[in-house]
């Protein structure tokens, strides 16, 4: 499984992780950050679970370039 975990109210709205992983991430036209996509929001932690181990590799290359270093991902 694949945790991917996005602090969103910490987001600077610079569009990399969109860039990286359009699946995973897309911008809000509300507020300008970004929407981790089917994901389950707890206290502005935003976590996706999935079982598709492709993610993988664009959601860490999100998480390198975020410059404030909001997304996590780990593989259990």
């Known amino acids: 499984m694949v945790i ?4 969103r109210n910490k ?12 699946k995973q ?8 950050k970004t929407v981790l996509i089917k994901s389950q929001d707890n206290k502005g932690f935003h976590t996706l679970k999935s079982h598709d181990h492709t993610i993988t590799e664009n959601c860490e290359a999100a998480a390198k ?11 259990v």
């Open 4 to 7: 991917v975990t996005l602090q």
């Open 11 to 22: 987001c600077i709205g610079c569009n990399y992780c969109v860039e990286l992983a359009p």
């Open 25 to 32: 991430f897309q911008m809000s036209k509300k507020d300008g």
């Open 65 to 75: 370039a975020c410059p404030v270093h909001i997304i996590s991902v780990k593989e």
